[in-house]
């Protein structure tokens, strides 16, 4: 502020230069309030691990929780009666490798799906309620694996070679406080 008067010469009169220096600060302020008044980009809210996120699978829309701590993927979905039509569970890893599934203490009929670093789907594998017998994913370039309803997958056409949504998956990480360099968008 101590610049303004001094860009007016000495010789204006004390009026004109008063003046002109209360023009220049209301438009300062007013720049000022309009820019504040801006509406901010919209922050994402944190999400625990109850949250689902939608998160498609070649387009066919499918609401995920994450499974991101080794706690969180020991329990999966163990103990729930039923899960809600296209919902389901998506367990991310820190390293694309061989995988294998159990069902222990799990009551509902499951497919899981098996991904790689990039997205695309290598295989469905059917799980059965309380089976404690492994089922090992054929790929030992397993990233990603996606437990849903018995039959989602085939109900909505999903193959292998089919793409999960990756940047709504890294929105949703963003949102647990998550990431993983391992993904390929």
């Given at each position: 502020m101590v610049l303004i008067p001094l860009l007016l010469s000495r010789t204006e009169p004390y009026d004109t230069r008063l003046k002109v220096t209360f023009n220049i600060l209301a438009a300062f302020l007013l720049t000022a309030t309009l820019v504040g008044c801006q509406p901010a980009e919209e922050a994402l809210e944190p999400a625990g691990s109850q949250t689902y996120f939608p998160i498609s699978i070649?387009?066919?829309?499918?609401?995920?929780?994450?499974?991101?701590?080794?706690?969180?993927?020991?329990?999966g979905l163990m103990f729930r009666d039923s899960m809600e039509v296209d919902h389901g569970m998506l367990f991310l890893f820190d390293r694309p490798e061989r995988r294998a599934f159990w069902m222990r203490n799990t009551r509902i009929p499951l497919d899981l799906g098996y991904f790689d670093a990039s997205g695309r789907l290598l295989e469905v594998r059917k799980l059965f309620p309380f089976n404690e017998n492994t089922v090992p994913s054929a790929s030992n370039r397993?990233?990603?694996?996606?437990?849903?309803?018995?039959?989602?997958?085939?109900?909505n056409g999903v193959e292998p070679g089919a793409r999960i949504d990756i940047e709504a998956l890294q929105t949703a990480l963003a949102r647990r406080g998550h990431s993983n360099a391992s993904l390929q968008p």
């Open positions: 070649d387009g066919k829309p499918l609401y995920l929780q994450l499974a991101l701590t080794q706690p969180e993927q020991q329990k397993v990233l990603i694996a996606v437990e849903t309803n018995r039959g989602w997958f085939a109900a």
